[in-house]
Nanobody, 124 residues
Framework: QVRVAESGGGLVQAGGSLSLSCTAS????????MAWFRQAPGKERDFVAA????????SYIGSVKGRFTVSRGSADNTVYLQMNTLRPEDAAGYYC?????????????????WGQGTQVTVAS
């Protein structure tokens, strides 16, 4: 059974930083892309960042470029999201996802396995 679990959310002041972690289990994820999405109350789930199977190619939504960094851990089944200079509009539930594709896609349809999410709150 495939499981995806996020951790690292919390409350931070605007301008602060948080680091999210995601660990997947139940199969080898080293050959597949992994991604982060976020969803605020009453809004759709939006793409944040993705990293391809090799870890060499990343993709970001425009509003987080230069502030967020997605990376893969030394273990193939781990991905991180370093979030700096956080803004109130970054507050949301953050979800990790993976699937059977290798490219750093920004489409939810390309990811089959999702975590339960971790909450990020940014105080202004």
């Amino acid at each position: 059974q495939v499981r995806v679990a996020e951790s690292g959310g919390g409350l931070v002041q605007a301008g602060g930083s948080l680091s999210l972690s995601c660990t997947a289990s139940g199969r080898s994820f080293g050959a597949y892309a992994m991604a982060w999405f976020r969803q605020a109350p009453g809004k759709e789930r939006d793409f944040v960042a993705a990293i391809d199977w090799s870890g060499h190619t990343t993709s970001y939504i425009g509003s987080v470029k230069g502030r967020f960094t997605v990376s893969r851990g030394s273990a193939d089944n781990t991905v991180y999201l370093q979030m700096n200079t956080l803004r109130p509009e970054d507050a949301a539930g953050y979800y990790c996802a993976t699937g059977v594709g290798v490219a750093a896609s920004d489409q939810t349809k390309d990811y089959n396995y999702w975590g339960q999410g971790t909450q990020v709150t940014v105080a202004s």
